[in-house]
């Protein structure tokens, strides 16, 4: 009877180690994955195979080639853009100081000294004795709209291009102009406005040279 009792006893611890075994071997095995993962315990998997690069590549010379010109210098056909030359403008004046400028200047008006204050304190010093002019503003209302008429036809005499010497071409002032060179006529090519070609107006005799300030020229 006790021979049967110890060997049931050691039946059950043995089942019991049995059942222990894969349990353990599990907990193992998730707690070496997790320290893989974590790079703290080496991996089973094929070494990772290093090859080194190549080596670069390096010119055959360090010398730098020379800046190229810009386009407007080399291609004497590129028309003057003015928007360009503005922005250039501007770039230019935002290197100079904000108190170098020519409007800063401007804005900036002259200390007065201590006698030039003492001379003001006195009694009708601010006051102008004299009545305001009324027939200089009268000249400036009559002759300015002249004045800005001249600068006008300035501008346009200079883009004219009817005041042309044969043999000359109007400058290019915009991209979707004739390159330099289309627009020059051929020296065997016939003068005089054409058959269908403008006709000079009589009746605006002497417009233009009171525009300009020019003598009126004299009619026939």
Avoid: C
């Avoid at 080399?74 to 170098?100: Q, Y």
Wanted: glycine share 10%; no cysteine.
């Amino acid at each position: 009877m006790a021979h049967r009792a110890r060997a049931i006893r050691i039946l059950l611890a043995g089942s019991m180690i049995a059942v222990a075994l894969p349990a353990s071997a599990q907990e193992g095995m998730f707690f070496q994955n997790a320290m893989r993962t974590f790079g703290l315990m080496p991996g089973e998997g094929p070494d990772i195979e290093y090859r080194q690069r190549p080596p670069l590549v390096v010119p055959p010379s360090s010398a730098l080639p020379r800046p190229q010109d810009p386009a407007s210098q080399r291609t004497a056909a590129w028309p003057n853009d003015p928007d360009v030359a503005a922005r250039r403008a501007e770039a230019k004046d935002a290197l100079i100081p904000a108190t170098e400028r020519e409007k800063y200047k401007l804005n900036q008006t002259p200390l007065l000294s201590q006698q030039e204050l003492r001379r003001g304190r006195v009694t009708g010093g601010g006051q102008s004795q004299t009545p305001p002019d009324t027939q200089s503003k009268t000249f400036e209302e009559n002759i300015g709209p002249i004045r800005a008429g001249r600068e006008l036809a300035a501008r346009q005499a200079a883009t004219d291009t009817s005041n042309l010497v044969h043999g000359q071409e109007p400058q290019r002032r915009l991209l979707t102009d004739p390159p330099t060179g289309y627009r020059k006529p051929a020296g065997t090519a016939p003068l005089g406005p054409g058959r269908g070609g403008p006709r000079e107006d009589t009746n605006s005799t002497g417009q233009k040279e009171f525009v300009q300030g020019l003598p009126s020229p004299s009619t026939p």
